[in-house]
């Protein structure tokens, strides 16, 4: 009764992990970058959380998946403007901005998603294209 476990199927779920794992990696690239630079940016997620949100809303109101990935950028790099007017010019404490961030990306996301999309069934905007990876096999 010793089964040896399906391995396309492990494969599989081990593939899929990396891929929804990847926005987790970026964060996590960017805190150590930020680390090594002497700032403590707890504020990631928050940043994370806005760049979502006004990416999907800028796909939705320009019609373009290009001009919501920059509105997505933009409102990141805000955020992030604001975490370092905080850390460096006053000088507070960069968990307490980082936290404070959180916080606010989490109720401003939370409000605006409620005042633009709140009643609507399902919200469809412009996604990537689908492309292809040179020399890669496909099965």
């Known amino acids: 009764m010793n089964e040896r476990p399906h391995w396309p199927t492990a494969l599989g779920t081990w593939l899929l992990a990396l891929l929804w ?3 987790l990696l970026f964060a996590a690239l960017g805190g150590l970058m930020s680390e090594r630079s002497g700032v ?4 990631l997620e928050g940043m994370m959380l806005m760049g979502a949100f006004f990416g999907v809303w800028g796909a939705d109101i320009t019609g373009s998946w290009v001009l919501g ?3 997505a950028m933009a409102s990141g790099m805000a955020l992030a403007l604001i975490h370092a007017v905080f850390a460096i010019t006053l ?3 960069q968990i307490v901005s980082g936290v404070g961030i959180n916080l606010a990306a989490i109720g401003l996301t939370s409000y605006l998603f409620d005042q633009i999309f709140g009643n609507l069934q399902q919200i469809v905007v412009p996604t990537i ?3 292809s990876i040179p020399l890669r096999s496909s099965p």
């Open 21 to 23: 794992v990847t926005p």
């Open 40 to 43: 403590i940016n707890i504020g």
């Open 69 to 71: 990935l920059l509105i």
């Open 91 to 93: 000088r507070a404490d």
């Open 129 to 131: 294209p689908s492309f």
